[in-house]
């Protein structure tokens, strides 16, 4: 069976650093690429960025490059996304998803992982 | 970037209704769009894919249908489960936007 496991809830304090994560079993982990997905209270989804295990070949959105990194080890099948200072706006839920090898579609999700920046 | 428009970003109806929700790509996607369901304080569910592959396990009530720029996602009787929002997703070029949503509601 397929499943994607992310992190805990955080809480952190605006400038603070954060990791989280998500790790993927069932499956060839190296061969799925694993995007992750935004949703700030009370809105629609936003779609971060996405990164291939196998060679880390990573894709970002615009309106996130620079502000997140995704990276993965693929030694213990787990993907992460990354802040160097968490801003108040970080504060979302945080979706992974794995990505179809051939249809593209996000059949499975991870459960979410919700961020809380608050000083 | 593409941008896709979903019209309406809410709607009411009642049980046994057809529901119709469309997405607009601002540039072709051929069929490279999906469907996602997602219920409050849950993951996405995906419904559609390929514009109208009904995934495994989603009720055969759920369509989907169109190509280029204009898809639709059919609910062919609304169902109290269906209670929820409704987003589209194209997955033709980077970066793979969704659309803003449509909140179904049952009357």
Known sequence: EVQLVQSGAEVKKPGESLK???????YSFTTYWIGWVRQMPGKGLEWMGIIYPGDSDTRYSP?????????ADKSISTAYLQWSSLKASDTAMYYCARRDSTSWHFAYWGQGTLVTVSS | DIQLTQSPSFLSASVGDRVTITCRASQGISSYLAWYQQKPGKAPNLLIYGASTLQSGVPSRFSGSGSGTEFTLTISSLQPEDSATYYCQQLHSYPLTFGGGTKVEIK
Do not use: L, R
């Not at chain 1, 309106?63 to 990276?71: D, H």
């Open chain 1, 63 to 71: 309106s996130f490059q620079g502000q997140v990194t995704i990276s």
């Open chain 1, 20 to 26: 989280i994560s998500c790790k993927g079993s069932g």
